[in-house]
């Protein structure tokens, strides 16, 4: 959504904290040179993930028009709070922007977030320009960029707009409701267990082989995530859709499974 509220500036970055790939000096050197994207993500969603490839493409395509695209880490699982863990996944996610670490939730609070994916765009001033939450309306996004860019220099040469990567990420496109995502502890009403479990922060532990777990879903797609052992990393992992549900089967003890999350039928 675009705004014309001039009333809403950018937030300083927090001083002490880490960051990947790249460490910037403050917002107001980012902003001298151009626009910023910032963009609240988690490698442990689904929804995350979708748009990580739009902001890797704006990132290599206007960062040479002056515009920086960052991303804050605000782990929803424990296990997203380790730094190694994070490191590695985005490394294996080949994300190559700059990554500010928010394990405590520093930077969300700040900017009052409601939810991942979050996409904050300051044009000219640091003013804000542009926010969304959610998937889609990346043009609309991409447009807000290229304005500000045009507004610091009218003669710039820029590409058109990215085309969608998914059909669903059309303009306009309508998409049926889905089943909600599920996370633990909350959302353990609403799961089939077999097997013996054992149960921590946000996830349950297998104490063998076999045991699983199951809930019923109308989705396009379904992911577990999930950590411990038996799994190569630590975050989302796509299981089938049998009939209406979805599920897991440990293969071994030591599997911890924190939860579904589901995308929509296309």
Same mark, same amino acid.
């Given at each position: 959504?675009? &705004?014309?509220?001039?009333?809403?500036?950018?937030?300083?970055?927090?001083?002490?904290?880490?960051?990947?790939? /790249?460490?910037?000096?403050?917002? *107001?050197?980012l902003?001298?040179?151009?626009?910023?994207?910032?963009?609240?993500?988690?490698?442990?969603?689904? $929804?995350?993930?979708?748009?990580?490839?739009y902001?890797?493409?704006? +990132?290599?395509?206007?960062?040479?028009?002056g515009?920086?695209?960052?991303?804050?880490?605000?782990?929803?699982f424990?296990?997203?709070?380790?730094?190694?863990t994070?490191?590695?996944a985005?490394?294996?996610?080949?994300?190559?922007h700059?990554?500010?670490?928010?394990?405590?939730?520093?930077?969300?609070?700040?900017?009052?977030?409601?939810?991942?994916?979050?996409?904050?765009?300051?044009?000219? $001033?640091?003013?804000?320009?542009?926010?969304?939450y959610?998937?889609?309306?990346?043009?609309? #996004?991409?447009? +807000?960029?290229q304005?500000?860019?045009?507004?610091?220099?009218?003669?710039?040469e820029?590409?058109?707009?990215?085309?969608? !990567?998914?059909?669903?990420?059309?303009?306009g496109?309508? !998409?049926?409701?889905?089943?909600?995502?599920?996370?633990?502890? *909350?959302?353990?009403?609403?799961?089939?267990?077999?097997?013996?479990?054992?149960?921590?922060?946000?996830?349950?532990?297998s104490?063998? +082989?076999? $045991?699983?777990?199951?809930?019923? #879903? *109308?989705?396009?797609?379904? /992911?577990?995530? &999930?950590?411990?052992?038996?799994?190569?990393?630590?975050?989302?992992?796509?299981?089938?859709?049998?009939?209406?549900?979805?599920?897991?089967?440990?293969?071994?003890?030591? &599997?911890? /499974?924190?939860?579904?999350? /589901?995308?929509?039928?296309?």
């Open positions: 959504m675009r &705004l014309t509220n001039q009333e809403i500036v950018a937030p300083d970055l927090p001083e002490s904290a880490t960051w990947i790939n /790249f460490e910037p000096e403050s917002i *107001d050197d902003l001298r040179v151009g626009p910023v994207l910032i963009e609240f993500w988690d490698f442990a969603r689904v $929804n995350s993930l979708r748009t990580l490839p902001m890797e493409e704006w +990132s290599r395509r206007y960062a040479g028009s515009a920086t695209v960052l991303g804050v880490h605000s782990p929803g424990s296990f997203g709070r380790d730094e190694a994070v490191r590695a985005i490394q294996r996610l080949g994300v190559t700059p990554v500010l670490l928010d394990p405590e939730f520093e930077m969300w609070k700040t900017f009052g977030n409601r939810g991942w994916p979050a996409r904050y765009l300051f044009g000219r $001033n640091g003013y804000l320009k542009y926010v969304h959610g998937e889609g309306d990346y043009d609309e #996004c991409e447009l +807000s960029i304005e500000i860019l045009r507004e610091l220099d009218p003669e710039v820029l590409p058109a707009l990215m085309e969608p !990567l998914r059909p669903e990420d059309a303009p496109v309508e !998409l049926p409701a889905q089943t909600a995502d599920l996370a633990l502890p *909350d959302g353990a009403d609403r799961l089939k267990v077999k097997g013996t479990w054992g149960s921590a922060e946000d996830y349950i532990e104490t063998k +082989s076999g $045991n699983r777990v199951s809930v019923r #879903c *109308d989705a396009g797609a379904a /992911f577990a995530i &999930l950590s411990g052992e038996g799994v190569e990393y630590p975050g989302v992992h796509e299981v089938a859709i049998e009939g209406d549900k979805a599920s897991v089967e440990a293969p071994g003890p030591g &599997l911890r /499974f924190h939860g579904f999350q /589901f995308t929509p039928k296309v």
